[in-house]
Every structure is written in C-alpha cells, then in structure tokens.
Nanobody
Framework: QVQLVESGGGLVQPGGSLRLSCAASGSIFAINAMRWYRQAPGKERKLVAGIITGGSTNYAEAVKARFTISRDNAKNTVYLQMNSLKPEDTAVYYC?????????????????WGQGTQVTVSS
C-alpha cells in the first residue's frame, strides 16, 4: 500500500507560479515512477509530467518549458513546479505512484492516486 498526500494548489493569476507537492508513505520501495495528471471539468484525466526511479522525466507538450517535475528522495516527495500558468491549466491535479513488485517470478503492478488538489488560473 502507498499513501499519497498532495498540497500546494490554489488560485493564481495568469502568468503566475505554483508548486505542488506529493508526499508518499507506505511501501515506497515498490514505487518505480511518480506522475502528475490533471483533469479539467468535463474532460478526461491526462498525464502532465512523470519521473522514473532513474531520474528521467517526461512532459506533456502543453506544459513543456513551463512545468518541472522533481523529487526529494529524503522526504519521499515529488514536486511539480508550474510557471507561466495559463487559464487552460485550470484543473484538479492528481499525484500518481506506479508500483511494481516481483513475487515468485511474477510481476505485480498497481497505481495509487492522491486525493487531488485544485489549481485555478484566473484573473
């Protein structure tokens, strides 16, 4: 089991910045990737950014050069720094942890989700 607690959402004006945090606890040894997703009203949940155990990152085209995902292994926390925010970035942001464990030669994978944090970009 992995528990994820997100924080850092809020209301910001266009062009502003926010930093989201996602603190993981529980079976963190099984986590091999952490990702941020977002879901706008009436739309499907979409991947925003991800970071894998080795440190490689990936971003959705819509946020490249504006958002940065990072992690602090000592705090078991992943961050999403969001700069130059636009109204279209408004959404509920969810932290995701992908786990993979091998038991007697069989891989078991599971996704855990945080509760979500609202980000609203508006003047």
């Amino acid at each position: 089991q992995v528990q994820l607690v997100e924080s850092g959402g809020g209301l910001v004006q266009p062009g502003g910045s926010l930093r989201l945090s996602c603190a993981a606890s529980g079976s963190i040894f099984a986590i091999n990737a952490m990702r941020w997703y977002r879901q706008a009203p009436g739309k499907e949940r979409k991947l925003v950014a991800g970071i894998i155990t080795g440190g490689s990152t990936n971003y959705a085209e819509a946020v490249k050069a504006r958002f940065t995902i990072s992690r602090d292994n000592a705090k078991n926390t992943v961050y999403l720094q969001m700069n130059s925010l636009k109204p279209e970035d408004t959404a509920v942001y969810y932290c995701n942890a992908h786990t993979k464990v091998r038991v007697t030669g069989v891989d078991y994978e599971y996704d855990y989700w945080g509760q979500g944090t609202q980000v609203t970009v508006s003047s």
